[in-house]
């Protein structure tokens, strides 16, 4: 039973995209995993350059300029950072949170310095490494606050720490990491339904072509594979459509030749059953005369009599029998000769009408003997394309046939008429009519469809058969038939020379 194109689709489609959503689920949990991390690597590098580029800017600025401390201010206040400047004897000379060292309330003070840095801890903070030695993240002593702590020396000799709060970083990480996973679920969905398109797109021409393929492991090659484009898809359904093709025709050439080889052997069993037939029959009616000629010689030699008139009436049913023989030692040959192909067929142009007149002649007395009314119909002078002497024999067969089995009103017909590049020629007698299952072998040899003649008659039945070939000789159709009071046989013999050409061509 075939199965449902449907969950044949599917399970291919669903693997396909199993495996691909699978991908995209495993790239999201590992960026969930390491997400913060490198997040937070990220921005510990900004905040590096950052604090880089503020020293650059603090370091730009002239402490004998009256503008001095409005610009550290500005500085601090345009990167969002806090900074303190040490000066070379280790005091608190400036402090983002204040501006100077006496005035500043940003920082815990201490003896003679209110320098944040003395006073903070360095601490091993989980995913911060950094391969610059002059930026660290320090703990605040108190208030447990940790930094990252950029330092630089000044052109100037002095001391530069850049403070940037950590929780601000952990901050934008951690909103970050909320907004990623709020995301991530509704993404995945959307990203499988548009990969759910996408490969149901994609495998329609391979489902599509395994569903060909199938059919063509039935034998079936009507379905063939669309165009699919120029790449390697393309490719393969031109290359099936190419095979199926092939193999279509591969098959049909097999089949034909499977059908000869039937035929083939049909014909040499119907050959072989003809030889045996035709061997069987041969013996069959040589074996009667060869038998009474033996006995009637074997009484002549032993002087069964010595009355002059019974031996003469045994030599008389010697000759009979002999001549009986010899008649059908003579249709034998004749029909091996017609069967045989060997002689050259050469049409002539003869007058038909003629030889029907004579034959007619030479039989009249059989006529008469037999009480039969002939009525012959053909014109006196009608001229034909043929073998003259082998339709002879095809008339005299029909009407020695007709004669043979005319009862009732005892009347043979000969007509013709116009088929067109053929004259057509009838025989018809009065009779009993052919039975369905004798029409189709009367053509054979030696088959008699009436049983009750004698072999006395001279009847062998090979005159038919004689027909049947000579006519195929000639390339024209001949038939029996059934009509009413009688039976009908016909044969065609071609009004024109170009007729054999038309039909050798």
């Known amino acids: 039973m075939k199965k449902p194109t449907i969950l044949r689709l599917h399970r ?36 590096y350059n950052t604090s880089a580029d503020v020293a650059d800017a603090v370091d730009q600025c002239d402490p004998a300029s009256p503008m001095y401390h409005f610009n550290l201010s500005s500085i601090s206040s345009n990167n969002n950072v806090s900074f303190e400047i ?66 630089r020396n000044l052109s100037s000799g002095e001391t530069l720490h850049v403070y940037t709060p950590v929780a601000d970083i952990e901050t934008v990480v951690d909103v970050a990491d909320k907004v990623y996973s709020a995301i991530c ?27 060909i393929t199938r ?8 379905r063939k594979c669309g165009n699919y484009g120029k790449d390697e898809i393309g490719d ?38 003809a030889r045996k037939s035709f061997i069987s029959n041969v013996s069959h009616e040589l074996k009667t005369p060869i038998a009474i000629i033996s006995g009637y010689a074997e009484g ?53 009408g003629h030889r029907i007149n004579l034959l007619l002649s030479h039989l009249s007395l059989q006529f008469e003997n037999n009480g039969i009314d002939v009525i012959n119909l053909v014109p006196e002078h009608l001229s034909v394309y043929g073998h003259g002497d082998k339709l002879e024999i095809v008339l005299k067969n029909y009407i020695t046939n007709a004669m043979a089995h005319c009862s009732g009103d005892k009347q043979i017909i000969v007509d013709c008429e116009d088929a067109g590049s053929c ?36 009847r062998f039945g090979l005159g038919l058969s004689i027909v049947k070939s000579i006519m195929n000789n000639h390339r ?30």
């Open 12 to 47: 291919f489609r669903i693997k396909m995209l199993a495996a691909v959503v699978a991908v995209f689920m495993v790239f999201f949990l590992m960026l969930a995993l390491f997400s913060s991390s490198l997040l937070f690597r990220a921005f510990s590098n900004q905040t």
């Open 86 to 151: 040490i000066s070379t004897d280790g005091f608190l000379s400036y402090s983002s949170g204040g501006g100077s060292a006496q005035s500043s309330s940003h920082f815990i003070t201490s003896g003679s310095t209110t320098a944040l840095y003395p006073y903070m801890l360095t601490t091993n903070y989980p995913n911060f490494s950094s391969s610059s030695p002059n930026f660290e993240i320090k703990n605040k002593i108190g208030s447990n606050i940790k930094y990252f702590i950029y330092t």
């Open 185 to 211: 679920v509704p993404l995945l969905i959307l990203m499988s339904g548009i990969l759910c398109l996408l490969v149901a797109r994609f495998t329609e021409p391979l489902v599509e072509m395994s569903d």
């Open 215 to 222: 059919d063509m492991a039935a034998l079936n090659f009507e």
């Open 236 to 273: 393969l359904g031109r290359s099936i459509n190419t095979l199926s093709n092939s193999l279509d025709a591969a098959l049909m050439d097999l089949k034909d030749k499977n059908i000869r080889l039937e035929k083939d052997i049909e014909r040499r069993f119907a050959l072989d059953n």
């Open 300 to 352: 002549l030699c032993e002087g069964i009599s010595s009355d002059p008139e019974i031996i003469k009436e045994y030599y008389q049913i010697i000759y009979d029998e002999s001549q009986k023989m010899n008649a059908l030692v003579v249709e034998l040959l004749e029909l091996s000769k017609l069967d045989s192909d060997t002689q050259i067929f050469t049409p002539e142009q003869f007058d038909i």
């Open 423 to 458: 004259w057509r020629f009838k025989v018809f007698n009065t009779g009993s009519h052919i039975s369905n299952e004798d029409m189709n072998e009367i053509w054979d040899s030696f088959y008699r469809a009436d049983k009750s003649h004698e072999r006395s008659e001279n």
């Open 476 to 505: 024209c159709a001949y038939s029996a038939k059934n009509v009413d009071n009688g039976v009908e046989f016909m044969f065609e013999v071609a009004k024109e020379q170009k007729y054999y050409e038309e039909i050798k061509d």
